[in-house]
């Protein structure tokens, strides 16, 4: 059976998924039936848990020198400041979003490819599959008509909203088609605006968003009200102007616009994100509300969770079982995240003035609530996602509740160890779990659990309990603790998922 493992579609979700998966020593195939990649902004910001996860790959540094720093978010009504949510609080290393258009991020993640030895194999389409249990049958068509048949271990569908995988799935994409219709312009501005803080202004005929973007330009999103059946006019630059008139700060200036379009709102999930040897990832899985800008973001993150499964199961240290986790873990985060956007634009969305200035109230009272303000950091900055009820998560006496079990374990300094290692992340960039022993004698870790775990010791921090031991994942989550000199529930939960 080959060994390959293919990736379907070479957006962002897929040439993480590839590049994660080259990294842990997988071949790869990543075609995708574009000439070439993407020339427009789309997805603007990556957020801090997708930053965290970009580090353990060893990948960041490019990204963050190619994009910028944004400072936090403002909801603004009739001129008024509602909410002020500054990221200077945010619960990670990364103490701001990373605002950089889709386009950059494509080919900072092609560069990564080609560094890896992976060229994207453009005008390259899946048109079908089988999967027979053993592995996975592709026909792949070619630019000049022809049709290969080639064999693969796995599949990832990371091919869009319109994906041919799911499709082949026979999945169905559950969900609705807002009725509202929008428009997207991304300009300059002329005019005093924050260029570092994505600025949402809440008016009585609508909602109008502007994104800082790198270069000096903004993205601007604005709902337009109930789509009529008849096609609406392209956008013109004067129709943006009219909405900054009507809803943005006064004295703002529309010009050079680079591209102008219109949209509607798709909320759409599938139940399972695996069947067999196929899985699904990105806007193959689901789609949803631009509000919060997390969809680029929760598909990365989708194709970070499998990545390190696939590698361990592929080179034979743990059980297939462990394939398992990936749809429910994935999905839960998927319904956590649909549901957020959704309240996020329905909010935006009211029209009755009675509800609107209800809205406003409440809001204008929260903002100034120092823990309402972080709960909502820490929801638009991700670092609130958690498997605590997932597959993976274990439990134990004794479990520390900083990080609880399924939670999010935060990079720390590690007491110096063979291999140099210096921090967490560094450790976990190889794809094998860590157990981390914070404020206390690290653990002998039997030898046959070599092949998936290592060992690490840390001085106590404060946000880690002390005295404790830590499984942590490969993606950074707490498997499962203990505390001190009772490290047998880890040995045992690494013994369920390891060949030995």
């Not at 990649?37 to 060893?58: F, H």
């Amino acid at each position: 059976m080959s060994k390959q493992v293919l990736v379907a579609g070479a957006g962002p979700v897929g040439m993480t998924m590839a590049a994660a998966l080259k990294r842990f020593g997988i071949d790869v195939r990543i075609v995708d039936k574009s000439a070439a990649r993407t020339d427009k902004s789309k997805a603007l910001v990556l957020w801090p848990r997708t930053l965290e996860l970009m580090d353990i790959q060893g990948c960041l540094q490019g990204f963050l020198d190619a994009g910028m720093e944004g400072a936090g978010a403002r909801i603004l009504a009739d001129g008024h400041e509602l909410v002020h949510v500054p990221l200077a609080t945010a619960r990670s290393r990364y103490r701001f979003t990373l605002l950089i258009p889709q386009n950059e991020t494509e080919r900072l993640l092609e560069e990564e490819l080609q560094r890896l030895g992976v060229t994207v194999e453009r005008q390259v389409e899946l048109q079908s599959f089988t999967d027979d249990g053993a592995g996975i049958t592709a026909n792949l068509l070619h630019a000049d008509g022809t049709v290969e048949t080639a064999r693969f271990s796995y599949l990832a569908g990371c091919d869009g909203a319109h994906s041919v995988v799911r499709h082949g799935l026979g999945s169905s994409f559950e969900g609705v088609t807002e009725p509202s219709d929008w428009v997207l312009a991304d300009i300059r501005i002329k005019g005093e605006i924050a260029q570092n803080e994505l600025t949402i202004c809440w008016q009585p005929d609508g909602i109008l968003a502007l994104f800082p973007i790198v270069g000096g330009r903004f993205r601007v999103i604005a709902d337009m009200g109930m789509a009529s059946e008849e096609a609406a006019p392209p956008v013109a630059l004067a129709d943006v102007q009219k909405l900054l008139d009507e809803r943005a700060p006064p004295g703002l200036q529309a010009y050079d616009p680079f591209w102008l379009s219109r949209f509607r709102i798709n909320e759409r999930k599938v139940k399972e994100y695996r069947k067999g040897r196929v899985f699904l990832a990105g806007d193959a899985a689901h789609i949803h509300s631009p509000a919060g800008g997390q969809g680029m973001n929760t598909g990365m993150q989708d194709a970070f969770n499998l990545a390190w499964k696939l590698a361990l199961v592929h080179h034979g240290r743990a059980k297939e079982s462990l394939l398992d986790s990936y749809s429910p873990e994935r999905s839960a985060i998927g319904d956590q995240v649909l549901h957020n956007a959704s309240q996020m634009t329905r909010v935006a969305l009211l029209r009755n003035p009675i509800l609107q200035g209800i809205r406003n109230a409440v809001a204008g009272a929260l903002g100034h609530l120092p823990a309402f303000r972080q709960r909502l950091i820490d929801q638009l900055t991700e670092v609130d996602l958690h498997y605590e009820k997932g597959p993976l998560t274990g439990s134990a006496s004794g479990a520390s509740s900083m990080p609880a079990n399924g939670y999010r374990a935060q990079d720390i300094a590690l007491k110096p160890m063979a291999g140099g290692r210096a921090r967490l992340h560094e450790i976990l960039h190889d794809g094998k779990f860590a157990l981390l022993s914070v404020g206390a004698p690290s653990v002998l870790l039997p030898a046959e659990l070599g092949a998936i775990a290592a060992v690490a010791e840390a001085d106590a921090d404060a946000n880690y309990a002390s005295g404790h031991h830590y499984l942590i994942r490969p993606d950074g989550y707490v498997a499962l603790s203990t505390g001190s000199g009772t490290a047998e529930p880890i040995v045992d939960f690494l013994r369920k998922i390891a060949v030995t």
